[in-house]
Nanobody, 123 residues
Framework: QVQLVESGGGLVQAGGSLRVSCAAS????????MGWFRQAPGKEREFVAA????????LYADSVKGRFTISRDSAKNTVYLQMNRLKPEDTAVYYC????????????????WGQGTQVTVSS
């Protein structure tokens, strides 16, 4: 079992920055690929970014490429999502997820999920 706890969400103005974190704990949590997904009201949960357990493979959704950066600190079992140049359309609940193996964008392949953290971008 892997437990995931997100933190760092909040309210920010458009053009601003925010960093959300995901602390992982449990069995061999450092061997899991980690992903960030988000879900806006009335919309499907969508892929944002993912990073392999080694950090050597990183994926981004086209909508955030060049603005968001995913990273991980294996010593702390923590994954970060640095979000810059935020837009109102980035407003959503951001979820951290974990899967065994390589990084990927399919939410169905992630077996462990956090509770989510709200990010609100005002215009």
């Amino acid at each position: 079992q892997v437990q995931l706890v997100e933190s760092g969400g909040g309210l920010v103005q458009a053009g601003g920055s925010l960093r959300v974190s995901c602390a992982a704990s449990g069995r061999a949590s450092s061997n899991y690929a980690m992903g960030w997904f988000r879900q806006a009201p009335g919309k499907e949960r969508e892929f944002v970014a993912a990073i392999s357990w080694s950090g050597g493979s990183i994926l981004y959704a086209d909508s955030v490429k060049g603005r968001f950066t995913i990273s991980r600190d294996s010593a702390k079992n923590t994954v970060y999502l640095q979000m810059n140049r935020l837009k109102p359309e980035d407003t959503a609940v951001y979820y951290c997820a974990a899967r065994y193996g390589t990084s990927g964008s399919a939410k169905s392949s992630y077996g462990y999920w956090g509770q989510g953290t709200q990010v609100t971008v005002s215009s």
